[in-house]
């Protein structure tokens, strides 16, 4: 942590950051007290983005509200519904067909994939580091395509239903995912070691909002910024769904808690997500997909889903009627961003866009061109496997001037046995 | 007016309003901006205020909150300014047009401020990035023949010069 300093004259400044503003998506109007270039204290307005969804899902049938809670968030559809559902066939008692099962976690951890690796390259747009925003958004694009190939939208899937799955995932389309996520797989490792790898990443990013261990339990926060700050909660270990206790993953840790570490748990999981998805894809049963659900009978439930920012967790009350009489959600961002008080106070302004992109995601970017002429040369064009050696170069001559190790000393071992 | 409509069309500065929508919108515009879809290649880039901007890309449901703040967003903006509804829920409000916290639709709330604004549609839920694209050519065919109603840019004598 970087101390306190007491400004100049002690005076305060509120600098208003929102509601509409060119670094962060949506809105949200954030309240800053500085004093000099220090953070002293900040408040946080939302409700631009209310909609009212609880209200409205007690008006729709218990059919229809899968839809609704799918428009939640863009980025997390397919968690929010299953969440959702999970309530409900609790409520039923009903057993959930094994292919179905499969089949529901191919598409949650294909959007864990896609969800992480935008996270990444919005966080690097957030340092001013485009090239590394280019990267992750062209690495995701196959998963988008998948999805859409096996679900038929690129976001908001419905795929999962009340005892099943809307519409079955054909065996001749396994083949394209167990593609689709490895092409995947050695982009994203590139990207990890880039990412561990920039001096100047570490400078931006190492002992940058530190979230400590006690702070983190104190806010209850949950998902990567609870791991990364050494709590190690995952509802697919801790309350296993689908067939998540049938495959064989890990969840990724961290103790530091700044944003190096939320970083690296993210980039990790991604690893996690794939082996999952080939998992799931090898061991995906044939059968029925649908229990055949009739009517949902008086009674309540919670369902809680790991989504990529954290616990989704959904209760519902049903009368035996048509609609739920009552349907309470907590996304996971609701818990994330009042620990924003823990991390950011005390910090730099500067610092406070980044540490906020923890559990925000931005937008706007600068393209830059991929194809340059060689200087040497004169007339040749370089491609993208000239262009990264170049980007080592320069990063071996950051380490060289910073007087740091190597990376390879310094995170190749401990890497190559995380992704073994 | 003319004169304004030729150099719109040149490069579009587009500035991103989220009104209350549920991001699906927002990442397939930013998806536009990345290596797969790469709309700078026709000269069409964000930028970070209003003041700047040719095109407000409006997304999501106007909530109650958000209406006199997208309709101070629209004033900023240089006219002659056209507003792109993006998505199902800045059309008609889609699934969310009973809910309690949602205004009126995008479109008449800028028609309450400006009677004449240029409004361009683009259904989906969310709209496919292709979608935005065609939406953007469809805009720029548009312009033209608003630009081909007014009468031909005339540019100005130039004074002359003694001994030139």
Not at chain 1, 75 to 93: D, F, K, N, Q, W
Not at chain 1, 307 to 320: C, I, L, M, N
Request: glycine letters at 6%.
């Amino acid at each position: 942590m970087r101390s306190v300093s007491k400004g100049v004259n002690g005076k305060r400044t509120l600098i208003p950051v929102g509601p509409f503003h060119p670094l962060q998506e949506e809105p949200e109007f954030f309240q800053l007290w500085v004093e000099g270039e220090t953070v002293v204290d900040m408040d946080l307005r939302i409700s631009y983005n209310h909609r009212g969804i609880e209200e409205l899902s007690t008006r729709k049938t218990f059919d229809q509200v899968p839809y609704l809670v799918e428009r939640v968030c863009g980025i997390c559809s397919s968690t929010h519904p299953l969440a959702y559902i999970r309530a409900v066939e609790t409520i039923c008692g009903c057993e959930v067909p094994p292919r179905a099962k499969y089949q529901r976690t191919m598409v949650t951890e294909l959007e864990r994939i896609h969800s992480h690796l935008l996270w990444v390259g919005l966080a690097g747009h957030f340092l001013g580091y485009n090239t590394v925003f280019m990267w992750a958004w062209k690495y995701r694009e196959p998963i988008m395509e998948i999805l859409e190939k096996i679900t038929g939208n690129r976001c908001a899937y419905a795929n999962a239903k009340i005892g099943g799955v809307r519409r079955d995932i054909p065996n001749e389309l396994f083949d394209d995912i167990v593609r689709a996520v490895d092409s995947c797989w050695g982009p994203t490792e590139m990207l990890t070691n880039a990412v561990l790898d920039d001096p100047v990443l570490h400078a931006r990013l190492v002992d940058v909002a530190t979230l400590t261990h006690e702070d983190a339990i104190r806010y209850c926060v949950t998902g990567p910024t609870a791991r990364a700050s050494g709590v190690p909660i995952d509802v697919r270990r801790d309350d296993p769904y689908d067939a998540f206790d049938l495959v064989d993953w890990d969840v990724i840790t961290f103790p530091e808690g700044d944003v190096m570490a939320k970083a690296k748990v993210r980039l990790l999981e991604t690893f996690e997500a794939i082996k999952i998805v080939k998992q799931a894809v090898r061991d995906c049963p044939n059968g029925e997909t649908d229990a055949g659900v009739e009517e949902v009978p008086p009674g309540e439930a919670i369902g809680h889903v790991e989504a990529p920012r954290g616990e989704t967790f959904h209760y519902v009350r049903s009368d035996g009627g048509r609609c739920p009489v009552r349907h309470k959600i907590r996304a996971p961002s609701y818990v994330n961003v009042p620990s924003f008080r823990a991390s950011c106070i005390g910090q730099h302004v500067a610092d406070v866009t980044i540490a906020m992109a923890a559990v925000d995601p931005c937008y706007s970017c600068t393209e830059r061109m991929a194809v340059t002429k060689d200087s040497k040369t004169g007339n040749e064009l370089m491609d993208a496997k000239e262009l990264q050696e170049l980007s080592v170069q320069r990063t071996r001559w950051f380490e060289k001037q910073l007087g740091i190790e190597p990376f390879d000393k310094r995170w190749g071992p401990k890497l190559q046995e995380l992704l073994a | 007016m003319n004169w304004k409509f030729w150099s719109l069309k040149k490069s579009l500065f587009v500035y991103h309003v989220n009104a209350g929508a549920c991001n699906n919108c927002d990442i397939e515009i930013l998806e536009l901006l990345t290596p797969a879809y790469d709309v700078e290649r026709f000269g069409i880039i964000l930028v970070g205020s209003p003041r700047h901007a040719d095109v407000l890309l409006v997304t999501g449901v106007c909530t109650r909150q958000v209406k006199k703040r997208l309709q101070e967003l629209y004033l900023q903006t240089a006219k002659p300014c056209v507003v792109m509804c993006i998505g199902a829920c800045a059309l008609a409000q889609g699934i969310f047009a009973e809910a309690y916290h949602v205004g009126p639709c995008v479109d008449e709330v800028i028609r309450e401020v400006d009677p004449n604004a240029i409004i361009a549609y683009v259904p989906g839920c969310p709209p496919k990035p292709e979608a935005m694209i065609m939406a953007v050519v469809k805009t720029w065919q548009k312009l033209d023949e608003l630009a081909a109603a007014e009468p031909k840019p005339v540019a100005p004598a130039l004074p002359e010069v003694a001994g030139a």
